[in-house]
């Protein structure tokens, strides 16, 4: 359930507040610089699913 939260419902979550928070226009490059962000907050939570089903066979 917690892995759920964290690799789907955090990062769409997220995507919303970057389409429609206006972040994305204070900067030169902020569509970029905010996608990046986006795989950076699902990384962590695919790494340890990963893990466990490497120990776990």
Known sequence: MITIFKIIIFPFII??????SGMINLVSGGKMILLISLP????????????MVQLNG
């Open 15 to 20: 995507l919303i507040i970057i389409k429609y």
């Open 40 to 51: 950076a907050t699902i990384t962590p939570s695919a790494s340890v699913v990963t893990q």
